[in-house]
């Protein structure tokens, strides 16, 4: 399959850290009906984080077959998302709402052709993610964290983002948070340590952590600031969504489908879990997503330019109408 030598130069212009950030989703398309028979068949999609577990049940159920699609998943690591799509080794990919919003602030062209997730709680009553803090902190509010320093997993992200703007909800000052960038799986340690004094962890970690004793004083940043801001899309390059808008048209519908049945059994994605993200059993079991949403529009993306444009996220808002393949 062959890219465009533009999409190419606007990977060249960009960061790595920037590229970390965007998840940035740079498939191209051929020229010409880019329905045909071939592009409907089989699609290569990079997946990434467990909210992309109902899309992998419907694989498994064979809805996207029912739906005209095989889609063949590859698992990618954030870094790993645009080579592969510049490449041509995968037509599709995940991203991140506000990855989405970063993406657009720099003029990369990728659409989301799907929603998966929101930021709200799942079924389950959780987000899938919390602020923790060691057992025993005097962390009580947001406003506390003035004076301490704070893990995410990525710096400039949805985490750091939701992280400041509980504080400032709360009364206090973001700029007198320190924000550093720990990995999920170094938060005990970090914690044992006294290098950081709280951290926002997303699952199996957050389970795991809460199980060793941490404690949430006031529950998920990110859920508060984004709420029913897209978390989790699938995306591909315009050029590819607005020539095959049929083919888009039935992976939405796929995806929406594999979200009711998790939905009506969340049990279905444990194996998922286990076969995707390599879980132990208990991890999978205890792991919590977000709620899922197929649906997805330009507005949705209101709250995420709002705070990103407040936060240095983007240098000034973007233009959320071309977020969203028409």
Same mark, same amino acid.
């Given at each position: 399959m062959t890219r465009p030598s533009t999409t190419r130069k606007l990977f060249g212009a960009l960061g790595a850290g920037a590229l970390v950030?965007?998840?940035?989703?740079c498939g191209g398309g051929e020229d010409g009906d880019g329905d045909s028979a071939a592009a409907a068949n089989q699609l290569t999609w990079?997946?990434?984080?467990? @909210?992309?577990?109902?899309?992998?049940?419907?694989?498994?159920?064979?809805?996207?077959?029912?739906?005209?699609?095989?889609?063949?998943?590859?698992?990618?690591?954030?870094?790993d998302l645009v080579g592969a799509l510049i490449s041509g080794k995968v037509d599709l990919s995940v991203?991140?709402?506000?990855?989405?919003?970063?993406?657009?602030?720099?003029?990369?062209p990728v659409v989301?052709?799907?929603?998966?997730?929101?930021?709200?709680?799942?079924?389950?009553?959780?987000?899938?993610?919390?602020?923790?803090?060691?057992?025993?902190?005097?962390?009580?509010?947001?406003?506390d964290l003035e004076g301490r320093k704070v893990g995410v997993n990525l710096l400039k992200s949805a985490s750091e983002f939701g992280v400041r703007q509980v504080v400032v909800d709360d009364g206090g000052?973001?700029?007198?948070?320190?924000?550093?960038?720990?990995?999920?799986?170094?938060?005990?340690?970090?914690?044992?340590?006294?290098?950081? @004094?709280?951290?926002?962890?997303?699952?199996?970690?957050m389970t795991q952590l809460i199980d060793g004793g941490a404690e949430v004083p006031f529950g998920d940043p990110i859920e508060t600031v984004f709420a029913e801001s897209p978390r989790l899309v699938m995306t591909a390059t315009r050029e590819w969504a607005d020539a095959n808008s049929d083919t888009v048209d039935a992976l939405q519908?796929?995806?929406a489908e594999s979200i009711e049945l998790a939905d009506e059994d969340p049990d279905k994605l444990i194996p998922i879990f286990e076969k995707y993200f390599k879980m132990k059993p208990e991890v999978a079991k205890a792991t919590k997503i977000n709620k899922l949403q197929a649906d997805?529009?330009?507005?949705?993306?209101?709250?995420i330019n709002d705070v990103l444009a407040q936060y240095g996220g983007i240098a000034k808002p973007i233009d959320v109408e071309q977020v969203v393949a028409k």
């Open positions: 950030l965007a998840l940035a989703a990079n997946y990434s984080l467990p @909210d992309s577990a109902p899309v992998l049940l419907g694989i498994e159920e064979g809805i996207f077959e029912k739906h005209g699609i095989d889609l063949v998943a590859e698992e990618a690591a954030a870094t991203n991140t709402g506000p990855g989405m919003a970063v993406a657009a602030g720099q003029n990369v989301a052709v799907s929603g998966v997730s929101t930021f709200e709680a799942g079924a389950s009553g959780s987000s899938g993610s919390a602020l923790v803090v060691p057992k025993g902190s005097d962390i009580t509010t947001p406003k000052d973001d700029k007198k948070v320190e924000i550093v960038e720990v990995p999920f799986a170094a938060v005990a340690d970090a914690f044992a340590s006294g290098d950081i @004094d709280a951290a926002l962890v997303a699952d199996p970690f519908d796929a995806v997805i529009s330009p507005s949705s993306f209101d709250t």
